[in-house]
């Protein structure tokens, strides 16, 4: 009935997990158990199928109707209610303006934590009382989202195992697992299945699109119009930008099917930074001048800001026909620019090959060097926030009430910055490491004293992996 009210000519109905299946090939193979993992926005699903010669046969099913990606949204919302509450005193829990915007924030971080560690959640003017606009502004992580719904992830996890030891298999017998629903794109959820199955999961196609994708195949086979194989092309390597430290951030990962896209939000690496300059590049290897590069453009006009402020969205797209669109737009002033790369590979199967065994052969080399860059990048960013919350907390002028830093902090701190900054010079990680927890250490316990006494706390510092250098001839400096 659904389908007719729709408009579609109704043929026949199939299952989801079945149509999973088909979006795979995995039709295409012969006795094999499948576990398809759905995990969508309102419930959980869990399928067990059995291919035999002419037949998908479902062993087994379970779930849960309460269970979903609106669960974890209103995780997040909570969280986020409870933090506007210590820092402003307000509670808006009863709020229903206030409680809708934190949701359309908390749907963003959550998409964008399943690419980046740290995303920064501004809402401004979320409520006002009678000493003005109350603003929310918090830095979120990966790993407080996870600790977040830890619980609800093992639930699936639970439920799961309950439907395989149903099915009358073992956790060894199953072949394949497909992950279904928008939820799986989570990294903790895909590293607890792959740990549950000891394998893999499919996760390649779209997961929202993934049943659909597998009902239009059915309906091509019916009509006749697919018959043996089903090709879907793939990016050969993975395509990304240059991040700070010269590291490669990968945008779209190798054999993702096309069309596809991928938006992500960067930052500027300097004070008052201007511009950025978006270099395009396509490889396996960690380090961008590893990598082949397939294009280059500026954005200018960004405002004058405090490094990590400034929001850049770029955007990756992919159509059927390999044509590859990057767009960078400034979320302040909605200044845009773009290029398009046709033939976005152009490389030879042999290059291909050789890019592909040269990430392999220099995995470990190329770990070293992005740690080395990481480091760096935090250790730079930890000397900013530290000095910016000497200049701003220390001065004779800060606000009436609010902390002052001690000489001998501010002492204390100079020392540790300088020490930081001279074992920066050099490429000892584990002198970088220690210097930069040393520093952290005084940084953390001054801000603890400074908040108790009244001061504003300090703004998270930005995450370096989403920041872009600026466009400098001296790029080697930032590398």
Same mark, same amino acid.
């Given at each position: ?28 193979? /012969? ?37 979903? +990606? ?65 603003? =929310? ?12 719904? /830890? ?45 549950? =199955? ?67 939000? =960067? ?126 907390? +220390? ?45 952290? /250490? ?35 400096? /930032?590398?």
């Amino acid at each position: 009935d659904a389908g007719e009210i729709a408009g579609l000519n109704v043929k026949r109905v199939i299952n989801e997990p079945t149509a999973a299946a088909l979006a795979y090939g995995l039709d295409k193979k /012969k006795d094999e158990k499948i576990v398809v993992y759905d995990f969508g926005g309102g419930t959980f699903d869990i399928s067990v199928l059995e291919i035999g010669d002419d037949t998908i046969e479902v062993k087994s099913t379970g779930g849960d109707t309460h269970l979903g +990606g609106d669960d974890i949204d209103q995780r997040i919302i909570g969280y986020f209610v409870e933090e506007f509450k210590k820092d402003s005193g307000v509670d808006i829990s009863r709020d229903q303006l206030a409680l809708q915007r934190l949701k359309d924030a908390a749907e963003k971080a959550k998409h964008e934590l399943s690419s980046t560690l740290q995303t920064e959640v501004n809402v401004p003017f979320l409520t006002a009382d009678a000493s003005g606009a109350k603003h =929310f502004n918090i830095s979120f992580t990966r790993a407080k989202l996870e600790e977040l719904i /830890k619980d609800l992830i093992d639930r699936s996890i639970e439920l799961t195992k309950k439907t395989v030891d149903e099915s009358g298999f073992k956790f060894s017998d199953i072949n394949e697992v497909v992950m279904v629903g928008g939820q799986t794109r989570m990294p903790l959820i895909v590293e607890e299945v792959k740990k549950l =199955f000891s394998k893999e999961p499919h996760k390649d196609i779209n997961p929202d699109e993934v049943v659909a994708l597998g009902a239009a195949i059915q309906g091509g086979i019916m009509q006749g119009e697919i018959r043996d194989v089903l090709l879907l092309d793939v990016t050969p390597l993975s395509l990304g930008i240059e991040t700070l430290g010269g590291v490669l951030t990968k945008m779209i990962e190798k054999n993702t099917t096309v069309p596809t896209s991928k938006t992500q939000v =960067f930052s500027t690496a300097a004070d008052n930074q201007p511009s950025v300059e978006i270099h395009i590049l396509q490889g396996e290897r960690a380090m961008a001048h590893d990598n082949k590069t397939l294009g280059k453009f500026i954005l200018d006009g960004i405002p004058p800001a405090p490094r990590g402020i400034p929001q850049v969205e770029v955007s990756f797209d992919i159509d059927a026909n390999g044509i590859l669109n990057v767009k960078a737009k400034d979320k302040a002033t909605n200044k845009e620019q773009s290029v398009r790369i046709e033939g976005s590979s152009g490389l030879t199967e042999e290059e291909k090959k050789r890019m592909t065994a040269d990430a392999e052969k220099f995995a470990a080399e190329d770990a070293k060097r992005k740690e080395m860059a990481e480091v760096k990048n935090l250790a730079e960013t930890l000397i900013y926030t530290t000095e910016k919350m000497v200049k701003d907390q +220390g001065a004779p002028d800060a606000p009436a009430g609010a902390g002052k830093i001690k000489e001998e902090d501010k002492e204390e701190l100079k020392v540790k910055s300088e020490k930081l900054k001279s074992e920066l010079k050099g490429d000892n990680l584990e002198e970088i490491k220690k210097a930069t927890e040393e520093l952290s /250490k005084v940084a953390q316990r001054v801000g603890a004293e400074l908040y108790k006494a009244g001061a504003e706390p300090q703004p998270t510092p930005p995450n370096p992996e989403q920041e872009i250098p600026k466009e400098d001839p001296h790029t080697e400096e /930032k590398k």
